[in-house]
């Protein structure tokens, strides 16, 4: 029950992997492994439902070579720019894995819209 699911929205795939340090005490561990599966420095979350969480780049339109991509998700009122990563959470809070990572990453492809935003000229 230890997986994630990783949304890579310029390739617009989905890829079911493994959290690494699933516990409060290996957090640290735990970040540095979120922050390199999106690709970002800062991440920020938000629930999606039930004990469902998002996580992506919080910085992403600060990047000077980003490019603009990014996903919406139905009832998920703000557009994804970059990479995420979908997680749960516990009845404390904590990150972990997902239970049907598999199902979910189905589902999610049949809902999920991808696309590309332009670039804002200087």
């Known amino acids: 029950m230890n997986k ?3 949304i890579d929205s310029k390739t617009k795939t ?9 516990t409060a005490v290996d957090s640290s561990v735990q970040s540095t ?6 690709g970002c420095n800062y991440f920020e979350h938000a629930v999606l439902g039930g004990n ?3 996580w992506f780049d ?8 980003h490019e603009g991509y990014g996903f919406k998700l139905p009832n998920f009122e703000q557009p994804v720019l970059g ?3 979908i997680t749960a959470f516990d009845e404390e809070g904590n990150t972990m894995g ?14 999920i819209q991808f696309g590309q935003s332009k670039k ?3």
């Open 83 to 85: 990479n995420a990563i």
């Open 14 to 22: 989905m890829e079911v992997l493994a959290l690494k340090a699933n």
């Open 120 to 122: 804002k000229e200087e």
């Open 58 to 65: 919080e910085e992403y339109q600060l990047h000077e070579e």
């Open 4 to 6: 994630i699911i990783k």
């Open 98 to 111: 997902l239970e049907n990572a598999n199902e979910l990453a189905r589902f999610m492809m049949t809902v």
């Open 33 to 38: 492994h979120m922050r390199e599966l999106i």
């Open 52 to 54: 469902i969480d998002i």
